[in-house]
């Protein structure tokens, strides 16, 4: 089946009760056994629950993989990926990675003893130098948030296979339906589900996918046993928010186009980040690993924060809030917000400054989203 089908039917209608057509929330957290040695498949919720199963099906298919775990938030999931390794190990990772991820990794898990570098990850070369005889991990997230830095997932995989070490792809940015870092080597995906794949602004979540058994079985221990997988109800929202992820996708991007090419020729506007954009850099690569350019965007305003600031306050359909991939557009400021648990070198080293505006193309009608956005640059 073709991927929109897969993403309506995988995993959902099976309600063998009375055969409804989408998939029941079962809000138990405890499920009663026939006898003393079996039950029905599940036995309590920490550890499994129809309706998160339905969604973990749904997922690995999308995905391609051999399973999937859905978790609470998108950070749960990095933090059972990273469970994978122990104190000692080195992970190197891309210096302009999500800030929260990046906290998580900088702060919290090197105390707790990983080692990790930030690197470049567009210049291969970086890359191949930072291993160490520790390294055991690549942390790829293309594209990266907020610049629009593309990795070449397949050219990392190989490096990686080379030298034994585990790719991890947190393919949040594109979703499944844009990109499939399975087919291109990577070894685990993991996603905020809050994002796309959920669409609708109106849940958090995240989901570890595993393409091997060996790493699926370790995945599946680690949410059980720390106890991070998603609510019923969270998964219900997701699987619902899954099924109409290829039409939103497409809208998103049209929408996207629509916007950068306004921002391009705006007198006001000193750089768009887009990959669909020719200009940019890797616009070649975006071509080759991805199935369209998405539509998250940055662009640098002409001048500084006052600048910048007139525009949050002159948009009246963009709304001013972080996270991204939801349906309707948001546009927020990365050294206030989103990267704001970065330090300000960090920051400065990744090229996020004062100047930048991240946004989030959401699929109402391409028009409005250029017409508001214009206004509000025309200051
Ligand atoms: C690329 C990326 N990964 C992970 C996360 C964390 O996800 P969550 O907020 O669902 O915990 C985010 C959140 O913005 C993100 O943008």
């Given amino acids: 089946m073709k991927f929109e089908t897969r993403s309506v039917h995988v995993g959902v209608d099976k309600d063998s009760a009375y055969n409804s057509a989408t998939t029941p929330i079962y809000p138990t957290s405890t499920f009663v056994w026939d006898n003393l040695t079996s039950n029905r498949g599940f036995d309590y919720t920490r550890s499994g629950n129809p309706t998160r199963s339905a969604l973990e099906e749904n997922i690995t298919s999308l995905e391609g993989g051999y399973q999937c775990r859905a978790t609470s938030t998108g950070m749960s999931a990095i933090v059972t990926a990273l469970q994978l390794f122990k104190p000692g190990d080195h992970i190197i990772a891309g210096d302009d990675i ?43 997230e293309t594209p990266s948030n907020p610049l629009m830095n593309l990795v070449d997932i397949e050219a990392i995989s190989a490096l990686a296979n080379k030298s034994d070490l585990i790719t991890i792809a947190d393919n949040t940015f594109m979703s499944p339906y844009l990109q499939r870092p399975f087919e291109m080597g990577v070894d685990v995906v993991v996603h905020s589900t809050t994002k796309y794949l959920n669409g609708h602004s109106d849940v958090v979540g995240g989901c570890v996918v595993s393409r091997e058994k060996e790493i699926a079985e370790k995945v599946a221990y680690t949410v059980n046993a720390m ?52 200009s940019h850099p890797q616009h070649e690569l975006a071509k080759k690993q991805q199935h369209g350019f998405g539509a998250m965007l940055s662009f640098d305003v002409k001048g500084g924060r006052p600048e910048a600031e007139k525009v ?28 704001a648990s970065m330090t300000l070198d960090a920051r400065r080293e990744a090229g996020i400054t004062e100047k930048t505006i991240r946004v989030s193309i959401g ?15 025309d200051f």
Wanted: hydrophobic share 40%; aromatic share 10%; charged share 25%.
């Fill in 98 to 140: 999500y800030g929260g991820t990046y906290r998580l990794f900088s702060d919290v898990f090197t105390r707790m003893g990983l080692k990790f570098t930030f690197v470049k990850m567009r210049e291969l070369a970086r890359v191949e130098a930072a291993i160490t005889p520790e390294t055991k991990c690549i942390w790829i």
């Fill in 227 to 278: 106890g991070l997988g998603c609510s019923p109800f969270d998964a219900w929202l997701v699987l619902r928010g899954i099924k109409t992820l290829g039409p939103r996708m497409e809208a998103h991007q049209r929408a996207a186009q629509a916007v950068v090419e306004m921002l391009s020729g705006h007198a006001n506007v000193e750089h768009v980040y887009y990959p669909g954009l020719e």
């Fill in 363 to 377: 699929i109402e009608h391409p028009d409005d989203l250029v017409s508001d956005l214009k206004q509000a640059l």
């Fill in 312 to 339: 949050f306050d002159r948009s009246e359909l963009f709304l001013l809030a972080e996270s991204l991939g939801g349906v309707e557009s948001l546009m927020e400021y990365p050294e206030t917000m989103s990267h």
